[in-house]
């Protein structure tokens, strides 16, 4: 178990240091990206951060410059697309349906 002289933040505090919402400081802890010390002993967690882990977060989300890659697309473009002439689809399912109660 280490130990630590570190005083703990809040996470007005923790949010301030980073430079967002405390909303998006309690997203980030709950989906496990940013560690927390819970100090609560109920239910619900009592948060409260380490600037060591607040400062580890930063630079293991650190991008250099150039260092971006490039998108590329999820799927290729289909080669058997068709456009589809949206006014003569419409004309002819009003045709059907006129068709249909004509006959009833």
Request: hydrophobic share 40%; proline share 5%.
């Amino acid at each position: 178990m280490s130990q630590t002289t570190e005083r703990l933040l809040t996470p007005k505090q923790a949010a301030e240091f980073l430079a967002i919402s405390t909303r998006q400081l309690r997203d980030l802890a709950d989906a496990g990206y940013l560690a927390f010390v819970n100090i609560g002993l109920g239910r619900r967690p009592t948060r409260r951060y380490l600037p060591t882990d607040l400062a580890a977060f930063v630079e293991a989300r650190r991008v250099a410059p150039g260092a971006r890659k490039q998108r590329t697309a999820a799927t290729e473009p289909s080669k058997t697309f068709k456009v589809g002439d949206f006014a003569a689809m419409r004309e002819e399912l009003h045709r059907k349906r006129a068709t249909k109660a004509r006959k009833r």
